[in-house]
């Protein structure tokens, strides 16, 4: 049941109103309390923690250096390597060349030259002026940009009629390799048990309760004999789902929790007119529906 005390529903809704622009302070303050009803309800929260490694080619500039490729042995199974993540239950990636699947290679994309024709101006080192189109003249005078010619320096080569090859980077060579990508993920389901009122549900996922079981392993087992049914069968259908849904991946780790989230309905009465709010959570935040007053401007 709810120990919420008198003193700390009236702080909640003074608080509330606080935070709201137009609402008055005056019926938090003056307030009469006439009943306070609990709410009570249990949340079940379980987070399955999931690795999914890819495998896709990648090529590189090769500037030199040993190179780990079939010569060191067979590549292994990319499941076989040892990778654990820095945080358990948080989204992360992490990439790395699956070993003995490198070689180098002659760069197709310049044929070994290092460079590529000029897309800009065609190889031809010049293009057309841009303030003459190519002209030769602005109205009647002879364009200053070109001297007359219609053309100008090509900005993207410089005049030298070939760039260099953005695949080897100049290099002339590439490295190519199977870059193991693994991707951590964390995945949750929660349920909430019926609390009997028509406080918005939603509106738990910002509070916190009292931990009452917490379980966490590699993988856990269903709770069946906690006093509320509808979370034993929340239990059972979570794993279930978590199990059956994430067949391409692995599962690291679990984790499942009850809390106890308190909601407490609070009538009172303000200038002769009956209305009422909700307390909800450890943090005592307040939820009115129908405030009594909610425009600064009437305040005298």
């Known amino acids: 049941t709810s120990l919420v005390s008198e003193d700390a529903v009236r702080q909640a809704l003074l608080e509330y109103?606080?935070?709201?622009?137009?609402?008055?302070?005056?019926?938090?303050?003056?307030?009469?309390?006439?009943?306070?009803?609990?709410?009570?309800?249990?949340?079940?929260?379980?987070?399955?923690?999931?690795?999914?490694?890819?495998?896709?080619?990648?090529?590189?500039?090769?500037?030199?250096?040993?190179?780990?490729?079939?010569?060191?042995?067979?590549?292994?199974?990319?499941?076989?390597?040892?990778?654990?993540?820095r945080h358990l239950f948080r989204k992360s990636k992490h990439r790395?060349?699956?070993?003995?699947?490198?070689?180098?290679?002659?760069?197709?994309?310049?044929?070994?030259?290092?460079?590529?024709?000029?897309?800009?101006?065609?190889?031809?080192?010049?293009?057309?002026?841009?303030?003459?189109?190519?002209?030769?003249?602005?109205?009647?005078?002879?364009?200053?940009?070109?001297?007359?010619?219609?053309?100008?320096?090509?900005?993207?080569?410089?005049?030298?009629?070939?760039?260099?090859?953005r695949t080897c980077r100049g290099q002339k060579r590439v490295i190519k390799y199977i870059q193991l990508t693994i991707k951590w993920k964390n995945h949750n389901f929660e349920f909430l048990a019926d609390h009997q009122s028509d406080f918005t549900t939603k509106r738990f996922k910002k509070v916190t309760g009292e931990i009452l079981l917490s379980d966490e392993q590699q993988t856990v087992s269903p709770i069946t004999n906690f006093p509320e049914p509808s979370i034993n069968e929340a239990s059972v259908r979570g794993l279930t789902e978590h199990r059956t849904t994430f067949t391409d991946c692995r599962i690291r780790r679990q984790r499942h929790t009850i809390e106890w989230l308190p909601l407490t309905k609070v009538d009172y009465t303000w200038k002769g007119a009956e209305y009422h709010y909700y307390v909800y959570g450890n943090e005592n935040r307040a939820y009115a529906k129908d405030y009594p007053r909610k425009c600064c401007c009437a305040i005298m």
């Open 96 to 165: 790395m060349p699956l070993p003995h699947t490198s070689s180098v290679e002659i760069c197709l994309y310049c044929f070994g030259r290092g460079r590529n024709i000029c897309g800009s101006c065609c190889g031809l080192g010049r293009s057309r002026c841009m303030f003459c189109g190519g002209s030769g003249r602005n109205t009647d005078h002879t364009c200053t940009a070109c001297g007359g010619s219609g053309r100008v320096l090509c900005p993207g080569c410089f005049g030298s009629g070939s760039q260099q090859c």
């Open 17 to 85: 109103a606080k935070k709201k622009c137009c609402y008055s302070s005056g019926p938090a303050q003056e307030m009469l309390l006439q009943d306070f009803h609990p709410f009570n309800t249990f949340r079940y929260r379980l987070d399955t923690f999931t690795e999914n490694r890819l495998c896709h080619w990648m090529t590189e500039p090769y500037y030199g250096g040993e190179v780990d490729g079939a010569g060191n042995g067979p590549p292994p199974n990319r499941w076989d390597i040892q990778v654990e993540p």
